[in-house]
């Protein structure tokens, strides 16, 4: 054992402590990304190499936990109680009044906090370390999900000032999703072909029930904390308990208030209702609570809820209006969305004329047909929905909704795969889907084409000059018209040519996943090439053959077959094959090494000395294999200029980081 490393060791977790602190809970950081990175990659490679160094609380242990079958049960110190509802000023003044009478004369003042919509849990804290995480469960016990809760970045696993911290506390708050994040994470799964969340509240719900702690690092969860609970100090007062938290490392609101009368309460409450879509997170209420622990504990509790604390919700986002007519909205990948053409309603802040029906499972389950009378509900920033039918209003003769057969831009027969909830068009040239399908043929991970972004793409598919794929390497036929258009030169336009004519290089495995065939990512592309190296292969293969192929199951071997089937893909995939674009894959040479072969890297951010695709090959030659994503299946994470999110889930799982010197270095031993 090395003192000294030991010494390092502990410096670098108070640094990197320090800057949580300061990320998250101030939201004032003071070293670049670049610079926390250095650190905890520093810090892996100490761990690493003394391993006899590493402790439970280390910021490199945010996803140590095994795969869980089971959530054990964890009794409440102290029962979380639910909190009762009132939902107008009248209401929360009897509840003003029922406090006075309860206290008499005494002085009281109240505390008012913003009602996070999210998920509430119990934190344990012993020496300064987090030992133990929970649900709310039934108030009296809940789900030990400490694993999963380790993986969140606002939650401490050390407390700031441990001198001065309890010897043993609880802290209890909610887990939440910001909307933007939210929103990006649907975007994802959707470009992905998974299934997308309802809204933030539920994906948080959902996320902490999963059974892999490394699947939960992965979602975009929050904390924030709103109560402490020890025996080892005396605590007077909840809005200190909350200033206490803030020293201690957490996260708390920066809207909370106090006020001496309840006129500052509905002020405050008035204030957030109007405000609440400014802020990033979604807020259904305030909480009021009085600001006296000996006053609450004189006041006690009736039932499950506390006598000195009441949620002041906000009015429901919801309207009655009628339904005129249920259409469907083709997505970019042909997804066909039911949605609702409403007769125009006030709601939440704005008007909405359309919402959605999700698929056709929901239309049958709350049997919603055109001209009834509906619900529309709407939270923050998620889509408008209709949540329920007005059938005592039914107008007389409405008729059961049928699904339609026929996609309604082009006519294409629809499909829906045996246990999947929506229905797809699988025609490329489908107008609805033309400019999605080329934006995702052009994009870097496929035949990355050079200036071909969606404001262009936009552009010529409006003028008529894009109808599918193919029809980009026939432009050159139209480089006249091109030097016409308002913005473009003999310069530009010849570059954005070139580029085209350079992407007929791209191997066969790239063209597959261009295609955009649904289910089939960049890796099962590869898979696919590999034990079908012709297109005309791929294309006679049977859905026995497809599935003979390790990773390839029922529903992709489907998918395959459907999109080859289709008379529109096959015209499409003849003319880019006439055109030059690969439609073979070539045998690479490989040669063994111990740094590469069997190895699994993932990319992220610019390589100044080669591009990616270079990279990518270098890798592969060398019995490498390059992957989309950061997983625990990931050996090494080559760190590029501007690095984005697959750098801090490495750093999540503990995962080497490779910058571009170190990765230099690798491929000059070899």
């Known amino acids: 054992m090395s003192p000294s490393i030991q010494k390092e060791i502990e410096t670098l977790r108070r640094e990197i402590l320090d800057h949580d602190y300061r990320y998250y809970v101030l939201a004032q950081p003071t070293i670049s990304d670049e610079m926390y990175d250095k650190l905890m990659v520093r810090l892996i490679e100490l761990e690493h190499q003394h391993p006899e160094f590493i402790t439970p609380d280390s910021p490199t242990q945010r996803v140590g936990g095994q795969l869980m079958k089971e959530f054990p049960s964890v009794m409440h110190a102290v029962p979380m109680l639910s909190l009762s509802n009132t939902y107008s000023e009248d209401e929360v003044r009897d509840f003003d009044r029922r406090i006075q009478k309860s206290l008499g004369n005494e002085q009281y003042r109240y505390v008012c906090e913003l009602k996070f919509d999210g998920i509430a849990i119990s934190l344990r804290y012993e020496n300064g370390s987090f030992v133990q995480g929970a649900t709310r469960g039934d108030g009296t016990q809940g789900d030990d999900i400490t694993h999963n809760l380790k993986t969140i970045r606002s939650i401490p696993l050390r407390l700031r000032q441990v001198n001065k911290a309890p010897h043993t506390l609880e802290v209890r708050g909610e887990v939440y999703m910001k909307r933007n994040d939210f929103q990006r994470m649907n975007e994802e799964r959707q470009l992905a072909d998974e299934k997308t969340f309802v809204n933030p509240r539920n994906s948080a719900a959902g996320t902490l029930k999963l059974q892999d702690p490394k699947v939960v690092a992965q979602r975009p969860l929050n904390f924030i904390s709103y109560f402490l609970h020890t025996e080892d100090i005396s605590l007077i007062s909840h809005h200190e308990n909350l200033r206490l938290l803030r020293e201690l490392g957490f996260p708390t609101s920066q809207h909370t208030k106090l006020y001496n009368s309840i006129d500052g309460v509905i002020e405050y409450w008035k204030e957030w209702e109007r405000r609440r879509d400014e802020l990033l997170y979604d807020i259904d209420g305030v909480v009021v609570k009085l600001d006296s622990l000996h006053q609450q504990k004189r006041l006690g509790a009736v039932a499950k809820s506390p006598r000195w604390a009441v949620a002041f919700k906000f009015a429901s986002r919801q309207a009655e209006t009628q339904l005129n007519v249920i259409r469907l909205q083709v997505g970019r990948l042909g997804t066909m969305t039911p949605v609702a053409d409403l007769e125009p309603v006030f709601l939440g802040g ?10 056709e499972d929901y239309i049958r389950e709350l049997d919603i047909r055109s001209g009834d009378i509906v619900v529309v509900e709407k939270g923050g920033d998620v889509i408008p929905k209709v949540s329920a039918v007005v059938k005592k209003k039914r107008p007389h003769g409405t008729k059961p909704f049928k699904f339609p057969n026929e996609c309604p831009e082009c006519r294409s027969r629809l499909f829906r795969l045996e246990g999947e909830a929506s229905y797809y068009c699988e ?35 409006h003028l008529g000059f894009l109808k599918n794929c193919a029809d980009l390497y026939d432009l050159h036929t139209q480089q006249s018209v091109l030097l016409s258009l308002e913005g473009w030169g003999e310069k530009s336009v010849q570059n954005l040519l070139d580029a085209i004519n350079e992407s007929k290089k791209r191997p066969f495995g790239r063209v597959l996943y261009a295609l955009g065939v649904r289910h089939i990512g960049a890796n099962i592309a590869q898979l696919l090439v590999d034990n079908f190296p012709t297109i005309e292969q791929l294309i006679a293969a049977s859905e026995n053959d497809l599935q003979s192929v390790q990773g390839v199951g029922p529903r992709i071997a489907k998918s395959v077959i459907r999109f080859f089937i289709d008379k529109h893909n096959q015209r499409m995939v003849h003319r880019l094959k006439k055109a030059g674009v690969q439609m073979r894959s070539t045998k690479k040479h490989v040669r063994s090494s111990q740094q590469f072969s069997g190895k699994n890297f993932v990319l992220t951010g610019t390589l100044t000395s080669m591009t990616r695709e270079e990279a990518k090959q270098k890798i592969e030659s060398l019995g490498g294999k390059v992957v989309s994503s950061v997983s625990k299946n990931t050996n090494f994470v080559i760190v590029g200029a501007e690095a984005g999110s697959k750098r801090e889930k490495a750093q999540t799982l503990g995962i080497l980081l490779l910058d571009e010197q170190k990765f230099l270095t690798m491929l000059q031993s070899e």
């Open 350 to 359: 704005s008007t909405v004329s359309h919402a959605t029906l999700h698929n």
């Open 427 to 461: 025609n490329s040239d489908c107008p609805a889907q033309v400019k999605g399908r080329i934006e995702h043929f052009a994009s870097r991970g496929a035949m990355d084409i050079e200036g071909l972004g969606e404001a262009i793409v936009d552009q010529f598919v």
